[in-house]
Antibody, heavy 120, light 108 residues
Framework: QVQLQESGPGLVKPSETLSLTCTVSDGSISSSGDYWGWIRQPPGKGLEWIGSIYYSGRTFYNPSLKSRVSISVDKSKNQFSLRLSAMTAADTAEYFC????????????WGPGTQVIVSS | SSELTQDPAVSVALGQTVRITCQGDSLKTYHAGWYQQKPGQAPILVIYGENDRPSGIPVRFSGSGLGNTASLIITGAQAEDEADYYCNSRDSSGDHVVFGGGTKLTVL
């Protein structure tokens, strides 16, 4: 079974760029599926899709975040990454990475999540 | 529209059947996925596609869809089913993903 683990700073200052990495274990990232994504959840609120990347490298981003977000994949390291610039308090959330071997959009495997707080 | 709408809260008596609904224009084109999330945990995909269950999901979970409305049905709700449930789908363009606002299910 595919295992995912998010890593990155738990605290980010306003205006800085958040960088998170998702490491895929118990299998090659190439065999875990061909569609990976980042989803976040502000405290006490619902899930928000941030963006996704296909095995081919093609990316799609939430229109509301598109100007600030970048997702990439490093197959040699079995990792995919998220960068979110110009962070504000509104970006404080639990950040999840996820993947699927089903159709795009259905997130079958999730990491446990990592909390990110934006504060000076 | 790229939004999915869910009722904020639903309750069900133990052992009874409950339907949780999700509405949105994208559901006319794409089947919904349904996720169960318990406090402090990552979501779990329980239904996807027309009515498919990932491995390990109990058979009491099922899904249906008609027009712009998708439903998650729990037949014989158990105490452990108490959780937040989210629907999602690709948006009408097919390129993006949207989530519903979530439904808090209480098992009485």
């Amino acid at each position: 079974q595919v295992q995912l683990q998010e890593s990155g700073p738990g605290l980010v200052k306003p205006s800085e760029t958040l960088s998170l990495t998702c490491t895929v274990s118990d299998g090659s990232i190439s065999s875990s599926g061909d569609y990976w994504g980042w989803i976040r959840q502000p405290p006490g609120k619902g899930l928000e899709w941030i963006g996704s990347i296909y095995y081919s490298g093609r990316t799609f981003y939430n229109p509301s975040l598109k100007s600030r977000v970048s997702i990439s994949v490093d197959k040699s390291k079995n990792q995919f990454s998220l960068r979110l610039s110009a962070m504000t308090a509104a970006d404080t959330a639990e950040y999840f990475c996820a993947t699927t071997s089903l159709a795009p959009g259905y997130f079958q495997y999730w990491g446990p999540g990592t909390q990110v707080i934006v504060s000076s | 529209s790229s939004e999915l709408t869910q009722d904020p809260a639903v309750s069900v008596a133990l052992g009874q059947t409950v339907r949780i609904t999700c509405q949105g224009d994208s559901l006319k084109t794409y089947h919904a996925g349904w996720y169960q999330q318990k406090p402090g945990q990552a979501p779990i995909l329980v239904i996807y596609g027309e009515n498919d269950r990932p491995s390990g999901i109990p058979v009491r979970f099922s899904g249906s869809g008609l027009g712009n409305t998708a439903s998650l049905i729990i037949t014989g709700a158990q105490a452990e089913d108490e959780a937040d449930y989210y629907c999602n789908s690709r948006d009408s363009s097919g390129d993006h993903v949207v989530f519903g606002g979530g439904t808090k299910l209480t098992v009485l």
